[in-house]
């Protein structure tokens, strides 16, 4: 008799404690994160000649980011490199600028459409690298990238 009310004590506490342990979740799944998708077209360009570019951010993880994170990356042709990163409220207004907006929902899509020109062929600009971030409503940071190249024709 005594193992009997045991196990039904042993059975009873398992079952409370996993009532109260799924009372204290809100159900969301807390291992989900944001996955961002960037896409810059077209993927080449050409100097002196402007051309309509887009930029297209995607979130296809079901969470929604704060845009917070912009890094512009130039590659010239004699190897040298420049990198320019605006984070936290600096990279939040990047992102105003370019979409009107710094909040990216979760499956949504952001556009820009403007015309790009590179000028100057004698300094060498071959690639630029835009990568694109910030910090999801779960509180990871994600990014993503694409990057385009400037060619002579």
């Known amino acids: 008799m005594r193992r009997r009310v045991a196990l039904i004590s042993l059975v009873l506490l398992v079952a409370i404690s996993s009532l109260i342990l799924a009372g204290c979740r809100d159900g969301t799944d807390v291992t989900k994160k944001a996955k961002l998708w960037l896409d810059i077209t077209p993927s080449v360009i050409y100097y002196n000649e402007p051309t309509t570019m887009r930029f297209s951010l995607q979130e296809l993880g079901a969470v929604a980011v704060n845009l917070n994170y912009y890094r512009h990356q130039l590659y010239w042709r004699d190897g040298k490199e420049e990198d320019y990163t605006l984070t936290g409220e600096t990279g939040a207004r990047k992102f105003l600028v370019l979409f009107g907006t710094c909040y990216l929902p979760e499956f949504g899509v952001l556009e820009a459409t403007f015309l790009g020109v590179v000028y100057d062929e ?32």
């Open 122 to 153: 004698s300094e060498g600009l071959v690639k630029e690298i835009i990568t694109m971030g910030g910090t999801d409503t779960k509180g990871n940071f994600v990014k993503d990238s694409d990057e385009f190249s400037v060619l002579s024709r």
